[in-house]
């Protein structure tokens, strides 16, 4: 089997990292399903750039919290393409930046659910073909509030905890099935939804605390997503890559 045959979907691959996810994995020769879920245009331009520069994708919407959604998307990727090779699962859901003493159950709880229940669908979607041909590559998006706790992160940083460990099951579980597991965690990321609010200070200060000097780019991270998700790594299960230029160390 040669990389140009391998299929990958990346979910939230319409803005920012998934974006230039999607754009990386093209050009490692894999046909990739661009998942989105509201931002049709901004996805079907992903689709434009990959194909003129000659590599193969589709736009394809799914809310990544919906059984019935998600298994129409890996259905449709199916009867396309054959079943997914290597799932990168990133979509962002929201989630409220505030103190423990001002969140309700629903702020934190309505993350955690968010969180997990995407990882479970998207995940139990694309499963059954990897395990049938005995490959695959699972790589999940954690942050670094997910090890290292950050004021006003609680709902994200508990729920990419939960993720990040969810991720360790199925590392365990899946080995035996030629099935790789990895989570990479970056640090803040510039030109996302998420930087575009973000104050300039804020910003400077987290410039300051990076000994690589500035914030991490899109395609800083995917260029370790697509070290993960490469058909010739095939060693490197339950780990979690920081992508952050040192300003978390663990
Ligand atoms: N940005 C950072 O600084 C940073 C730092 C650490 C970790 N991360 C992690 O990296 C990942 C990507 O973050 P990002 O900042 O690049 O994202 P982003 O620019 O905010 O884009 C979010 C993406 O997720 C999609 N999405 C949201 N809800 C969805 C749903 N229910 N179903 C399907 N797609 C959905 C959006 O699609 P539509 O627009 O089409 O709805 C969009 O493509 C996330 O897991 C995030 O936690 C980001």
Redesign the pocket.
């Known amino acids: 089997m040669t990389e140009a045959t391998r299929v990958a979907l990346v ?10 996810t999607a754009r990386l994995l093209a050009e490692r020769g894999m046909r990739v399903a661009v ?6 245009q ?2 079907e331009q992903v689709v434009k750039d990959i194909e003129a520069a000659g590599g193969e994708a589709m736009a394809v ?6 059984v019935a ?1 998600v298994g129409a998307m890996v259905e449709q990727i199916g009867a396309a393409w054959g079943g997914v090779d290597v799932l990168v ?6 989630y409220v930046i505030k103190t423990f003493q001002d969140m309700s159950w629903e702020e934190l709880g309505g993350k955690l659910d ?1 969180e997990l229940r ?1 990882a479970f669908v998207v995940t139990k979607a694309v499963l059954p073909a990897m395990t049938e041909q005995h490959r695959g590559r699972l790589i ?6 997910g090890h290292q706790p950050r004021v006003g992160m609680i709902a ?1 940083g508990t729920a ?1 905890a939960a993720l990040t460990q969810f991720s360790r099951f199925l590392a365990q579980e899946l080995g035996p099935h030629g099935i790789t597991v990895n989570v ?12 575009h609010v ?1 104050a300039d200070e804020q910003k400077q200060r987290q410039v300051a605390a990076t000994p690589l000097g500035r ?2 780019l ?1 395609d800083d ?1 995917a260029r370790v997503i697509a070290f993960y998700a490469g058909e010739d790594n095939a060693f490197m299960t339950g780990t979690t890559a920081a992508v952050n230029g040192g300003m978390a160390m663990y």
Do not use: C, F, Q, W
Request: net charge neutral.
């Open positions: 979910t939230g691959a319409s803005s920012g990292i998934g974006a230039a998942n989105y879920l509201r931002s049709v901004a996805a919407r799914a809310d990544v919290r919906d959604a699962h990133n979509a962002l859901t929201p968010d995407a999940y998006l954690g942050a670094v509030p994200l990419k990479v965690e970056p640090g803040p990321v510039a030109e996302t939804r998420m930087s973000v914030l991490a899109p991270v």
